[in-house]
T-cell receptor
């Protein structure tokens, strides 16, 4: 059974810093990996999707990498801003005909002004 | 930009009552999903739906749950006899396709409180 773990569970940094969020998964047979943002009491906003054949994806100040063989992904946020404060979730779609995403518990990020 | 919508945003019900949660997926999407998130817990997959039938369901999706696409736009989750432990945020999602290329887009959620 696929398990997704995210480290750290919480992170607080001053505005302007670059930071890295980590995600690991136990079964490397994935179709893709998605990073989401969740604001308190709100839905999930998709940030980046990395296909299993890709190594990284970039969107603006966000860069996500994928090392499928080691079961790891990182989300790099450059020049953090207070508006980046949210919970960041990592989720994978496993192979073998599975449709559903398996989520990690998230990293709660606070950017101090 | 097209988005997934869900109604109601909040639902309060008594234990044992039936509830129906409604979703309108993005119009050209073919795959539909329900997830739930119990307060403080991970988001968990419940069920996926394609071509008017369930394509995958998790262990959580037992006989008290059902899904339906009653018309060309709505996608519903029914819980027949709610329990206290069904209290959670329920998210609907949709995608154009299935496989490596396709992002799942989530709605804002329905917060279900069972008393």
């Amino acid at each position: 059974k696929q398990e997704v773990t995210q480290i750290p569970a919480a992170l607080s940094v001053p505005e302007g810093e670059n930071l890295v969020l980590n995600c690991s998964f136990t079964d490397s047979a994935i179709y893709n990996l998605q990073w989401f943002r969740q604001d308190p009491g709100k839905g999930l906003t998709s940030l980046l999707l990395i296909q299993s054949s890709q190594r990284e994806q970039t969107s603006g100040r966000l860069n996500a990498s994928l090392d499928k063989s080691s079961g790891r992904s990182t989300l790099y946020i450059a020049a953090s801003q207070p508006g980046d404060s949210a919970t960041y979730l990592c989720a994978v779609t496993s192979g073998g005909g599975a449709d559903g995403l398996t989520f990690g518990k998230g990293t709660h990020l606070i950017i101090q002004p | 930009e097209p988005e997934v919508t869900q109604t109601p945003s909040h639902q309060v019900t008594q234990m044992g009552q039936e509830v129906i949660l409604r979703c309108v997926p993005i119009s050209n999407h073919l795959y539909f999903y329900w997830y739930r998130q119990i307060l403080g817990q991970k988001v968990e997959f419940l069920v996926s739906f394609y071509n008017n039938e369930i394509s995958e369901k998790s262990e959580i999706f037992d006989d008290q749950f059902s899904v339906e696409r009653p018309d060309g736009s709505n996608f519903t989750l029914k819980i027949r006899s709610t329990k206290l432990e069904d209290s959670a945020m329920y998210f609907c999602a949709s995608s154009e396709g299935r496989g490596t290329l396709y992002t799942q887009y989530f709605g804002p959620g329905t917060r279900l409180t069972v008393l």
